[in-house]
């Protein structure tokens, strides 16, 4: 058992599934190159140095490029970890991922499988608006890829094994702030969470999520860092005498329905906390889900904490209004009672 | 946030009060707990406090209205925000072109404007407070919300079940010279009826004009009736009564009795019962305060039949006590009275029951 950061674990998830499966590879900008950062976030740092460049491949900053090679590599015969620099970089991808990928295992009849990994970072850290977006629910709206949102060093590491030895394209979701990227990648205001990581071989099922903190009154739904938003906002209103339950799905596809439907039948009430804008969103269709199939144990009406209906913007005050921030996880929760 | 001002159910037979006199004007400046205007109820004239300081507004009803209980009939802005800033606030619609076909666009309107009218003769309550009055088979219509909007939530109906209620008892006398004059003539042509058969008749009958009394979802009318087989009383279920004439009913009630008597009464035929009818008579008890068993089932006790007569009278005449005890919070005291005034008019004349 060892305590690591989330670029920790996932480097050490990767190195131990490279180590295990020769078909398992690497890809990406600047992930590999001698003196850099290993990616823009650490997570890759030093691999090249024990598998060489030819399994940690450095390639042209072409993120369609990317796309094809891995897409192409998995349906014949490779397991490729593609890195997205940014996940806003996704949108070059999107044919590739939504027309071909998705849609490869359908459209053959199950005879071609597509079993890629593509990592991609989300979150507004000052970044601007079109290094910051959170994208998970673009993806989740697309039939035949499976979505993945770690927020813990330990289910980063057992869900990426999970991913790279998985048959279908699986995009896994990394926050930035979550990562605890050190030196020259480390990031202002991030919370860096460090966790314990088995020394032995685990996985973390997909499919799956996980309770973060109990309570019988209102049941908080986030991902990624807003499971952290929602934890923070649960211990202010522990003050008050509300106990709030705080759930992180950790999969959003597949999602593990039944685990969001029990606590809501418990608690009543449901506010469902993303990085994402509102309008359409993650949150929408998690509030669906609770309004279709739990409608009868609501005792308030459900609410939804999401950044607002803008492009994430440069300077940091307004990037503070536009984020759901604890104190609006808060009002909204309240505003329940 | 407007506060409502919604009417206080300040009256336990009726839901509609009576708007006297309003202390304020629209638009006056009220503080809160300050009077704000009067109502009459069926039993005295009281003054109603504002809820909140701010500017009266929206004022829906007038002196000499009748005014439901627990609807909203003005509402209190506070200061610095006001229901003509909250109108102004929102984009004006885009005109639509001259030509445009479809007819013209309706104007927006305010968020604050339209949640008002929504509330204004409704009273929200929660999905899961409303599944766990159903549950209870409480009667919501009454708990004050304290939820989002006003809404009545599981909080408000947990704490209007928990508030300790005695259960009320009703009892009046009622002429039984009729009754006896019948059971006596029935016996004289060899019906077999006690009674017990004919007060249960008389109930099924009225339950029909009052089925707010018969505590069931379904609709079915089954009264229990204790046994007068030991001291301890059992009650046994006679099922769809209101379907069943009054020889069925006897041929019921005396198997019950029997199997009452050898110990073999199921217990099914002990559950379930939509009202209770308690006969303490033969007991020589002239009125008594039955104890609801079930607590959600009304139950009917009927004492001794009284001879009013002296011997020298030529004819005889009868009485006999009938009470009601039931839960205020599961039946209004209004709708409980006017089922034992029923119940009693029809012990008086039990043509009535033929009707």
């Not at chain 1, 609501?298 to 492009?311: E, F, G, Q, Y």
């Not at chain 2, 007038?62 to 929102?90: F, N, Y």
Request: hydrophobic share 45%.
């Amino acid at each position: 058992m060892a305590l690591m950061t989330i670029a920790e674990a996932l480097r050490e998830g990767i190195r131990e599934e490279m180590r295990r499966d020769p078909t398992v590879f690497c890809l990406g900008e600047d992930i590999g190159v001698p003196g850099g950062f290993g990616g823009a976030f650490t997570v890759t740092l030093g691999l090249s140095d024990e598998f060489g460049h030819n399994r940690i491949l450095d390639t042209p900053i072409s993120e369609i490029g990317i796309a094809g090679v891995a897409i192409g590599a998995a349906m014949t015969g490779m397991r490729p970890i593609a890195d997205v620099q940014y996940g806003d970089f996704l949108f070059c991808m999107m044919d590739q991922l939504a027309n071909q990928a998705a849609k490869m295992t359908y459209m053959s009849g199950g005879t071609v499988k597509v079993p890629l990994v593509m990592r991609a970072p989300v979150g507004s850290t000052r970044r601007g608006s079109q290094h910051a977006q959170s994208l998970e629910a673009f993806f989740t709206h697309i039939p035949g890829l499976k979505v993945l949102a770690p927020s813990t060093a330990y289910d980063a590491k057992g869900l990426l094994k999970s991913a790279i030895r998985d048959e279908n394209p699986v995009l896994i979701f990394e926050h930035k702030l979550l990562y605890g990227s050190k030196g020259g990648r480390s990031e202002k205001g991030a919370l860096s969470p460090i966790g314990e990581v088995p020394d032995e071989d685990y996985t973390v099922p997909i499919g799956k999520g996980a309770i973060r903190r109990v309570g019988k009154d209102v049941t908080i739904v986030g991902k990624l860092l807003t499971v952290y938003r929602a934890l923070e906002a649960a211990e202010e209103l522990a003050k008050e005498g509300i106990e709030a339950e705080v759930i992180d799905p950790r999969t959003l596809i597949p999602l593990d329905k039944e685990l969001i439907l029990e606590s809501v039948r418990k608690t009543g009430r449901l506010v469902v906390v993303e990085e994402d804008n509102l309008t359409h969103g993650w949150g929408a269709e998690i509030a669906a889900i609770v309004a279709e199939e739990a409608f009868f144990y609501l005792d308030a009406p459900i609410k939804r904490v999401a950044s607002l209906d803008t492009p994430p913007p440069f300077a940091p005050p307004m990037e503070a209004y536009y984020l759901p921030s604890v104190e609006r996880v808060i009002a909204a929760v309240k505003s329940q009672f | 946030m407007p506060v409502n001002v919604i009417v206080p159910p300040l009256s336990a037979t009726a839901d509609t009060l009576t708007l006297m006199e309003w202390y304020k004007r629209e638009g006056d400046m009220v503080l809160k707990d300050e009077p704000l205007f009067m109502v009459e109820t069926d039993k005295a004239t009281l003054d109603v406090e504002s809820p909140a300081s701010g500017r009266l507004l929206q004022v829906s009803a007038k002196a000499g209205d009748s005014i439901v209980s627990l609807s909203r009939i003005a509402v209190i802005v506070a200061e610095g925000e006001s229901l003509s800033d909250v109108k102004a606030s929102p984009p004006v619609a885009p005109k639509p072109p001259v030509k445009a076909s479809p007819p013209i666009a309706k104007p927006a309107v305010a968020p604050l404007e339209r949640r008002v009218q929504a509330t204004q003769r409704r009273i929200f309550i929660s999905p899961r407070a409303k599944k766990l009055a159903e549950e209870r088979r409480f009667d919501w219509q009454r708990v004050i919300g304290t939820g989002p909007e006003g809404a009545i939530v599981e909080r408000d109906v947990h704490a209007s079940l928990n508030k300790p209620q005695a259960p009320i008892t009703l009892t009046t006398e009622t002429n039984a010279t009729e009754l006896v004059a019948l059971h006596k003539r029935l016996l004289g042509m060899g019906v077999p009826v006690v009674y017990d058969d004919l007060i249960l008749l008389i109930l099924a009958r009225t339950l029909r004009e009052v089925p707010k009394m018969n505590a069931s979802q379904e609709g079915g009318v089954h009264i229990g009736i204790t046994l007068d087989v030991d001291d301890d009383l059992p009650l046994a279920v006679v099922r769809n009564v209101d379907k069943k004439s009054l020889r069925e009913i006897a041929k019921e009630t005396l198997e019950l009795r029997e199997a009452a008597k050898a110990g073999d009464l199921a217990v099914e035929r002990t559950q379930g019962a939509t009202l209770a009818l308690t006969n303490l008579g033969m007991f020589g008890i002239d009125a008594f305060t039955p104890v609801i068993a079930t607590p959600d089932c009304p139950l009917v006790g009927i004492g001794r039949i009284k001879t009013l007569s002296q011997p020298s009278d030529v004819t005889q005449r009868f009485s006999v006590w009938v009470s009601l005890t039931f839960d205020p919070r599961l039946v209004r005291a209004g709708t409980g009275a006017g089922f034992l005034q029923s119940v009693a008019a029809t012990i008086e004349n039990p043509m009535l029951a033929l009707v």
